[in-house]
């Protein structure tokens, strides 16, 4: 399947709301992807289910702070030394190519890589929405191995890193793209075909484009969108979405801090003057809370949107003012296992509230 | 000529010396090669002016806080699968090793790989003396390139940078070394013989056993080693050796920082109390000043030792009470050159001073 040059807003649109927040603004991807189309390259879009077991998919993604990215723009050719750092690991071209997350600008970031090799997609990712750690992905809690990992900046500077563990890798690639500046793109957790069959979080590439063109149909045909999305995440394998809260934003406190955006928004509701609602974030948001109440706790996808145009908005551009709902999708159950819970649950993310799956 | 394990200690002490109160406390590394040599291995060390000029040469050594080091010991295999990861992106064993610095513990590490691998030692360094910075060696003022450089630790991690920039695999090198937990072992500066021989300073493995030799044979001989050392130094391209000042240890202000050992020693002299002496380190020793007066500046060597036995005082082991003399040693003209100054002059540790060569 073809991904064309129409479907580059609508994924981008649907990568934010999949994004929870974080995962960088997916507008600067789009752009790259858009140049590429536009010069005569082509991206195939392939459904993991169609893979060669014994082809080789090495993943490619930008790693930082979402608010560096806005300032520090990629010159294209990082994520493509990044890739042929693993494959030179590896002394094998890679078949493919994947995002690692379907959330935010990772999304269009493999896109953009598969045009430019000419070599496919995969209609795949490793954690369905957008996390802010390498370690976080289903790849991962199924036993393959994060590295070798390539990572290259705008300045043409590459680096590789070999480890057993997963974690040490996020480590290392973190502190590297601290000093990269902020934001770096990296290609890791190389796999077979038959591992992305079975590890993978299948047609989230789809999914998110999906989303884009209900949320811009919506604003087309006068409908609700908030409703439209909630009809339609519970025919896939998200299991529900629901809005949990409206209002106006009244604080935020955001800091780039260890290679991270941190920090918090508060949300007051309209009618009922005292209500709040309190979302925590590192990159993506983790927990909205209301007084007491956790309305919905990661890895379930929590979701700032503009109230009018239901338009997703990252963390990075969330202002005193806004009015906005807040939207809760349950993640698919191959994400809520004891072994992705504590990969990305809310312990990994050091908040003592156990997870309960939004319903 | 063959490495003898009655070298091991002299050289160590030697190393201290040409360490200027950093590069690692040889002690570490010399019971490294002690152990090996005792296994049987053999330490084989060149004349690099017997070198071929298409062999391959990598050096190997360590980076991090000294004072990390006396805590963090390592394995023995970190140095090796640094080395390994840079012939694996040239796709070539090395035919050599050799030091990137004498001074400190990296005279040591080079003997022991080369007994480990098997191959030979080159009597040769790139900073004839210790520095903090990779970029701070006499063959990146000549123009060979700093990378591929390889990095391990102790717990098995491997990392690989590439980048043309000296400066930039200083300062991605250090980034990961802070997160490898503040000491790590490299491979870098791979260079041919020709490349060595026209870019090194030479015979400095050989002087720092001498220097040793001598201050250990001027003990039993009830000599004075501080005069034996400055009538030995100035018979090499060491132009000359001369005590600057001579008192007690009377304040030490040191931290871990940014991966380095920073901070400043007090010397107090003996018989006109009032009159002290302050020296500036980062790692090494860069600056003694007397009042208003400078007695030594970086490059040249400024080394404290104990004053009973002349063995030299690294700076994390200075203490209060000591008594000292510092002593300063005016380096190769190689290393007193406007490139070179600009690479590890006292500009390059933002010292406001123009550097007044020893006399």
Chains 1, 2 share one sequence.
Not at 154 to 164: C, M, R, S, Y
Request: charged share 25%; net charge negative.
């Amino acid at each position: 399947m073809d991904f064309h040059i129409e479907d580059v807003d609508d994924l981008c649109v649907g990568a934010s709301f999949l994004g929870a927040g974080g995962g960088g603004d997916p507008y600067i991807g789009g752009l790259m992807v858009k140049k590429v189309l536009k010069k005569g390259h082509r991206i195939e879009i392939v459904d993991p289910d169609t893979l060669d077991d014994g082809g080789l998919i090495i993943p490619t993604a930008m790693m930082g702070a979402p608010t560096v990215l806005l300032e520090k723009l990629p010159s294209g050719d990082e994520p493509i030394r990044a890739l042929r750092a693993v494959e030179a690991q590896l002394g094998r071209k890679a078949d493919a190519t994947m995002p690692t997350e379907v959330g935010g600008i990772n999304s269009t970031i493999p896109l953009y890589v598969g045009a430019r090799l000419g070599i496919p997609v995969i209609d795949a990712d490793g954690q369905g929405r957008a996390f802010p750690e390498l370690q976080m992905e289903t790849f991962a809690i199924n036993g393959v191995r994060g590295t070798p990992l390539g990572l290259s900046d705008e300045k043409g500077d590459v680096a590789t890193i070999l480890t057993e563990d997963n974690h040490r890798m996020e480590w290392l690639a973190r502190g590297l793209t601290i000093r990269m500046g902020g934001t770096a793109y990296f290609a890791n957790y190389p796999m077979t075909g038959k591992q992305v069959k079975s590890t993978a979080i299948k047609h989230t590439l789809t999914l998110a484009r999906r989303i884009g063109c209900i949320i811009r149909r919506s604003a087309q045909d006068k409908r609700n969108p908030f409703e439209e999305l909630e009809a339609f995440l519970p025919t896939t394998s998200y299991s529900v979405a629901r809005r949990i809260f409206e209002g106006k934003v009244v604080d935020v406190d955001r800091k780039t801090d260890r290679g991270f955006t941190l920090g918090e928004v508060v949300i007051r509701e309209d009618k009922k003057m005292g209500e709040k609602c309190c979302v925590i974030f590192q990159n993506e948001n983790l927990i909205a809370r209301h007084g007491e109440e956790t309305l919905a706790l990661v890895p379930d996808i929590i979701t700032i949107m503009d109230a009018e145009t239901a338009l997703p908005i990252t963390n990075e551009t969330l202002r005193y003012g806004q009015r906005v709902v807040v939207m809760a999708v349950g993640v698919p159950d191959i994400m809520r296992t004891e072994s992705a819970l504590l990969q990305f649950g809310p312990s990994a993310f050091g908040i003592e509230e156990q997870f309960s799956p939004l319903r």
